[in-house]
Antibody
């Protein structure tokens, strides 16, 4: 079955960096668009970034543009999010999600999330 | 950006009763609207896509309706496992996905 497992979260100081990973299994990773979604404590869901199946096309939310970088490694069936210049506003659970092959933007499978806390 | 607005923020319902959740879009999104259910400490789970199509394994008591800018999720007879937070999400303006603020369905 489809499985997405995030890792790499933790406590980081303001201005610091962190790299999140998402290990995919149970489906042909190279066929699917992928996204990162985040959820601040007690808050709603916010789309962060998208990457096409080949990695050619990439988009970011304005709130992270210029600071975050999404990438994927087809050989390792993995998705990544490099986060730089972190601020307290970036504190959240970060989910990786698969976009449905029949409808771009429809998030049909989600990982359990990894918590990123930005604090001094 | 397409702003999604959900109401009410909290809905108190007794088990077995009907729950009606609303979602509005600030601009036309056609039927490119999904609903997700999220329980505490868990990831969101896809319930409805295309505004009205149930995802695999979703019980028939969940019904989605609407198109354009106004959408509704109805849970016909609430079961104990349905108490959760529900989010709507538009994907018409892909890849700039946006979510509503959520409706918490709690036990009355």
């Amino acid at each position: 079955q489809v499985q997405l497992v995030e890792s790499g979260g933790g406590l980081v100081k303001p201005g610091g960096s962190l790299r999140l990973s998402c290990a995919a299994s149970g489906f042909t990773f190279s066929d699917y668009y992928m996204s990162w979604i985040r959820q601040a404590p007690g808050k709603g869901l916010e789309w962060v970034s998208y990457i096409s199946s080949s990695g050619t096309n990439i988009y970011y939310a304005d709130s992270v543009k210029g600071r975050f970088s999404i990438s994927r490694d087809i050989a390792k069936n993995s998705l990544y999010l490099q986060m730089n210049s972190l601020t307290a506003d970036d504190t959240a659970v970060y989910f990786c999600a698969r976009e449905a092959i029949t409808a771009a933007g429809l998030l049909d499978s989600w990982g359990q999330g990894t918590l990123v806390t930005v604090s001094s | 950006e397409v702003v999604m607005t959900q109401s009410p923020a909290t809905l108190s319902v007794s088990p077995g009763e009907r729950a009606t959740l609303s979602c509005g879009a600030s601009q036309y999104v056609s039927s490119n609207l999904a609903w997700y259910q999220q329980k505490p400490g868990q990831a969101p789970r896809l319930l409805i896509y295309g505004a009205s199509t149930r995802a695999t394994g979703i019980p028939a008591r969940f019904t989605g309706s609407g198109s354009g800018t106004d959408f509704t999720l109805t849970i016909s007879s609430l079961q104990s496992e349905d108490f959760a937070v529900y989010y709507c999400q538009q994907y018409n303006n892909w890849p700039q996905l946006t979510f509503g603020g959520g409706t918490k369905v709690e036990i009355k």
